[in-house]
Every structure is written in structure tokens, then in C-alpha cells.
């Protein structure tokens, strides 16, 4: 079986490259594992999990995506694929792909034919109101994350309300807290990220149209 592919998205700053650095350096002793970054101008995120020491060099690809970064993961994902290419062919027995996307907004989703899989980071800084402003990636995502609770009481925001709206939003489809700068709630996403690997590829419906949000 090819590699799994998960991709993150969220916007600039919530927690996506502190996501997948906690990620490998949970899992990378138990599971095959390789990483692509999407920046818009400059290779930032992947050097940072190269110093991070997330996972050995070779195994973390940084992609330029150009002004667009959410069309290199959504709808021209052509830079991408080929990334996901290269890294099958270095790497023939990874299990586990993480695709983080560059700094989007609320409508921002991935297209199915890259990742099986989406986790959503969101913040606390960003404001209690952003579950409530819902949108596709935050409401259909495979995993929403509300990350840097650590942040909650420096800006009045309440972990409760966001919790609770995040899960109306969803209906049903999990929601997770976490301060990745301490490694808190880690373990969770790891349970369920290690879930979904055991389910393996989604098998996605044959009629589900795709690329049907224009850019
Ligand atoms: N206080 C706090 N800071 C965090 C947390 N997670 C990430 N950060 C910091 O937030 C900044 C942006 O994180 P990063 O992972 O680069 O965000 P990205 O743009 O979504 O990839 C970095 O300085 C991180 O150290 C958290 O849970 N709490
Ligand atoms: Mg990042």
C-alpha cells in the first residue's frame, strides 16, 4: 500500500508546522514517515523541521507555491503530486505522508485526489469567534484542531464556547484542543492520526464531482 496522505491546513500561524513536527516526533520510531511543506515564497517550514530534527532531511520536501498556496493543494496540485512522487520513489515503504499547506483562509480545503485525509488547526489567539465563522475546511475536515489553549486566558477567549460552536458547526466529526507548544493534547491527534492509518486510503464516492470550487 502507498503511503497515506494527510494534509493540514488552517491559517498563517495557528499550529501547522508545530502539528507535524509533534507528529513525527511521536511516530516517526514506529511508522515510515515523510513530510511536504507548501510555502508561498521560501522553503521556511521545511528548514524549521529540518532543525527541529522532525525526521532526517531527505524525508521533508518544502514546495514554493507561488502567490496562491491554497490552489497548490486544492486545484493545480500538479507541484505537489510530484513531490508525493519523488518521496515514494526515494522512500518505497512510507506509510505516512504529511502535507502541510501554506498559510490559507476559512475556505481553504484540499482536493481529494492529494491527501485521503485533513486535519484543520485553528488558534485561540485568533478569537473565541472563529468556529463561528465556519466555512468548508473547518466544518467538513477529518479532524478540527483548537490549538494554543495555552493563549485563552491572555485574550479573554473561552475554550468552552469554542469547543462547544466547533462541535454544532461539525456535526459529529471530531474536534480536538491541544498546546503544542508544550505537547499538550498530542497524544489524542496521534491515536487518531494512527486510526485513520489503520483504515488505510479513503476510498472516495465515484461520483463525487471534483475541483468544484472555482479558484
Ligand atoms: N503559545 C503557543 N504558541 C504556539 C502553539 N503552537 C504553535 N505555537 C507558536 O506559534 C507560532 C506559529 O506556529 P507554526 O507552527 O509555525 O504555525 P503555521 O504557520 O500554522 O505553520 C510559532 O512561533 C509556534 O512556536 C501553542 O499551542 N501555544
Ligand atoms: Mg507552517
Not at 62 to 86: Q, Y
Request: hydrophobic letters at 40%.
Amino acid at each position: 500500500m502507498s503511503a497515506v496522505r494527510f494534509g493540514i491546513g488552517g491559517p498563517v500561524g495557528s499550529g501547522k508546522t508545530a502539528l507535524v513536527n509533534a507528529l513525527c516526533q511521536r511516530l516517526s520510531g514506529t511508522l515510515d514517515m515523510a513530510v511536504i511543506t507548501n510555502d508561498i515564497y521560501t522553503r521556511e517550514d521545511a528548514d524549521f523541521l529540518v532543525r527541529a530534527g522532525s525526521l532526517p532531511a531527505e524525508r521533508i520536501r518544502g514546495v514554493e507555491t507561488g502567490a496562491c498556496p491554497h490552489s497548490a493543494v486544492r486545484d493545480d496540485i500538479s507541484i505537489n503530486l510530484n513531490a508525493v512522487e519523488d518521496l515514494e520513489a526515494s522512500f518505497g515503504a512510507l506509510q505516512v505522508l504529511l502535507i502541510e499547506s501554506g498559510g490559507d483562509n476559512l475556505a481553504a480545503t484540499f482536493s481529494p485526489e492529494l491527501v485521503d485525509y485533513t486535519i484543520y488547526v485553528i488558534d485561540v489567539a485568533g478569537g473565541e469567534k472563529i468556529p463561528r465563522k465556519g466555512g468548508p475546511a473547518q466544518t467538513y475536515s477529518d479532524l478540527l484542531l483548537i490549538n494554543k489553549i495555552d493563549l485563552a486566558n491572555h485574550v479573554g477567549a473561552s475554550l468552552e464556547v469554542m469547543e462547544r460552536e466547533a462541535h454544532r458547526l461539525r456535526s459529529g466529526r471530531p474536534v480536538l484542543l491541544s498546546d503544542l507548544r508544550r505537547g499538550v493534547g498530542v497524544d489524542r491527534v496521534t491515536d487518531w492520526l494512527l486510526r485513520r492509518w489503520q483504515e488505510g486510503h479513503r476510498v472516495t464516492e465515484p461520483f463525487t464531482p471534483r475541483h468544484s470550487h472555482p479558484h
